[in-house]
């Protein structure tokens, strides 16, 4: 399956694992990159030191590439961004913000640069600014999230850009990569599925409550401070949204998240933790390795696509 993101990545596959919060570790990014797709390491709020043995320990699991994700909302991102040049990572994903500020210093040090983008504006400003690709994510996905759909956003930076872009949200296996495809992406950028993985060291519970979840059981937490999530529903998200209604602080609902993706990751507290997920968790059924998933998404959309209609 030759694009030029396999071409730009190195990769077998097409297919990138997203650079999750407290679950995209060494563990899953080493095993999405030993598959033949592009593992990625979460670098969220953690701490440069953190992020800096985390690309340490993959690299003693896997000889191929895998990515970084910079989490600029992080207070950490400006370590987290010197460390990646530190530790010759190959490939870096910025999300959550404008990267600007580190572009330069990326490229100079040879790194692949492929910032998330949630709008057609973010997308030509970082092709001007001399980004390798863009992800274009579009609101299904998991966690921090933009406003347009992926069907949407998709081909309206297909149009606006030169250089190759990687879609995400909402995809989770073979029709849905064939159908980013037919939207012009080259590539796809893959989540919530890999929670659900063996190989993701995430709680029992967590992957359960992926593989349980009916088509409309994520909701939207933080929009009325503008930083929207997509998790699925449980007790604490129904608090969330009831404080959120009677129009209390921030500050206020800050306090109810605070660990909370923490707790349902490692703890498996699914009921009061932050239960990341994208709107495709209704799709998944099953906890499959990644070696199987990769594989499995790649073939079912190579058949899609040579499919003949006649
Ligand atoms: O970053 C993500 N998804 C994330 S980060 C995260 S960690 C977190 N934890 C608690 C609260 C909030 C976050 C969980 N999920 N995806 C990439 C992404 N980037 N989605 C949307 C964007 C985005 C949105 C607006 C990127 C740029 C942007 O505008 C930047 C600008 O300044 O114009």
New binding site residues.
Partial sequence: MKTRITELLGTEYPIIQ????WVAEQHLAAAVSNAGGLGVI?G??APGEVVRDMIRKCREMTDKPFGV?V????PYAPDVARVVVEEGVKVVFP????PGQYIDMWKQAGIKVI?????V??AK?MEKAGVDAV?A?GTE??????EATTMTLVPQVVDAVKIPVIA?GGIADGRGMAAAFMLGAEGVQVGTRFVASKEAVVHENYKEKIVNAKDIDSTVT?RSHG?P?RGLRNQMTREYLKLESEGRPFEELEHL?LGA?RRAVQDGDVKNG?V?AGQIAGLIHDIESCEEIVHGMADECEKLLNKKWS
Avoid: F, K, R, Y
């Fill in positions: 997203g650079g999750m919060a979460g969220a709020n994700n989490m600029l909302m992080s999300g959550a913000g404008n910032p998330v983008v949630a709008s504006a973010l400003i992800v994510e996905s998991g966690g921090h999230i933009g995400a933080g930083h999530v998240t993706l932050t990341m």
